[in-house]
């Protein structure tokens, strides 16, 4: 089995910036590709990010191209979120997600684990 536990959300105001983390423990695999998503209230949970095992390939929502930065250091199997220039539209709960393989995807069911969640809250 494998756990991820997210940390690094909070209360910020909009314009401000916060770096979320996903650390994963358990059962390891060889190479395998994680993915950030989010989901607010009343809405389904909805892709924002992924990042290959090399952390060569990302793949961005463009509700967050080139705000959002994802990247991992494998060595300590974590994956990271930079999100920069916050809007009150990226409130909601952050989930991060790991595939089996070390392919991107940006549909939630074909990630195999789930961390608990994160909550960003974006005041204007």
């Known amino acids: 089995q494998v756990q991820l536990v997210e940390s690094g959300g909070g209360l910020v105001q909009a314009g401000d910036s916060l770096r979320l983390s996903c650390a994963a423990s358990g059962r390891s695999f060889s190479r395998y590709a994680m993915g950030w998503f989010r989901q607010a209230p009343g809405k389904e949970r909805e892709f924002v990010a992924a990042i290959t095992w090399s952390g060569l390939s990302t793949y961005y929502a463009d509700s967050v191209k080139g705000r959002f930065t994802i990247s991992r250091d494998n060595a300590k199997n974590t994956v990271f979120l930079q999100m920069n220039s916050l809007k009150p539209e990226d409130t909601a709960v952050y989930y991060c997600?790991?595939?089996?393989?070390?392919?991107?995807?940006?549909?939630?069911?074909?990630?195999?684990?789930w961390g608990q969640g994160t909550q960003v809250t974006v005041s204007s």
């Open positions: 997600g790991l595939r089996r393989v070390d392919y991107h995807s940006t549909d939630r069911r074909s990630y195999d684990y």
